[in-house]
């Protein structure tokens, strides 16, 4: 698990967080509906 989390802080170090053209509408088509944002989890989360 600590190898996996050390391959994912290189990614995001060297990559960032922005998505690659296209990631959005395919994650939406698996999901079925729009993505949340940080604030929306937060809130949902919370109660």
Do not use: Q
């Amino acid at each position: 698990m600590a190898y996996e989390k050390r391959l994912m802080a290189e990614c995001y170090d060297s990559d960032g967080m922005i998505p690659e053209a296209g990631n959005v509408e395919r994650l939406t088509g698996i999901l079925g509906r729009p993505l949340n944002g940080h604030r929306e989890f937060a809130l949902a989360a919370a109660g």
